[in-house]
């Protein structure tokens, strides 16, 4: 039985709004894009976290990125088993058919995954450990980064850097896949590290030379 219910007011009129303005005044490019079909230089891995808005940071429009977001911007290891992969169909699609020239993982602030994450491997998020915690158990690709920062002291400090490291072990695990390794090593694909402060505005590039994010 399907318990779909119709959309709230707010939505409505909110699309409503944009059809009469946004669309009918881009109705050309928009007719355009449905024609020629989808060529995006570049695909995005992003959080969930609503509060994360990778196409006003850039000022895209549509057809701009192919954007994948999932909780704590991770990617798997590649792990060709026959399951069913959201994160890694996403990767392999961009890469294979619509041929992407920059692969973007974009990290943030207060990451609530991230959080997650720390609690769970310093023991305060027992409900995490559980193998029926959907969120525990993707979270476990970050387990590799806790290692990296667990000395340290400062809780604030320790959650920004375990942010930066689901970008770096999403930057590491992207490199598993043969197709990307490939593509990066002929020189057709680059792959960034990014992380942005919601508060501040503010983004940081993983710099491979130097070892640590710098601010952009
Ligand atoms: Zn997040």
């Known amino acids: 039985m399907n318990h779909a219910k119709p959309l709230p007011g707010y939505l409505i009129q ?68 026959g399951e069913a992969h959201g994160t890694s169909a996403a990767v392999e699609y961009a890469v294979s058919v619509l041929k992407v020239a920059h692969l973007i993982v974009l990290g943030h602030s207060s990451c609530g995954g991230v959080k997650g994450c720390l609690d769970m491997c310093t023991g305060h998020a027992p409900e995490l450990e559980e193998k029926s915690s959907f969120v525990g158990r993707w979270m476990d690709i970050l387990r590799p980064g806790y290692e ?15 942010e930066k490291q689901a970008v770096l072990v999403s930057l590491d695990n992207l490199m598993t896949f043969p197709l990307v390794a490939e593509e990066v090593q002929g020189g057709r694909l ?27």
């Open 148 to 162: 990296q920062v667990k000395d340290m002291a400062d809780p604030v400090a320790q959650l920004s850097a375990l």
């Open 14 to 81: 909110r699309y409503q709004g944009w059809k009469a303005t946004s669309y009918a005044e881009n109705q050309t490019w928009y007719r355009r894009l449905a024609e020629v079909g989808q060529h995006p230089r570049a695909m995005v891995i992003s959080c969930c976290d609503s509060r994360v808005h990778v196409t006003s940071i850039f000022g895209a429009d549509q057809g701009e990125f192919f954007i994948h977001r999932n909780i704590a911007n991770l990617i798997p290891k590649y792990e060709p088993d």
């Open 190 to 216: 680059s792959v960034h590290g990014l992380w942005t402060d919601i508060g501040e505005g503010s983004l940081e590039y993983f710099d491979p030379a130097k070892g640590q994010f710098q601010p952009v």
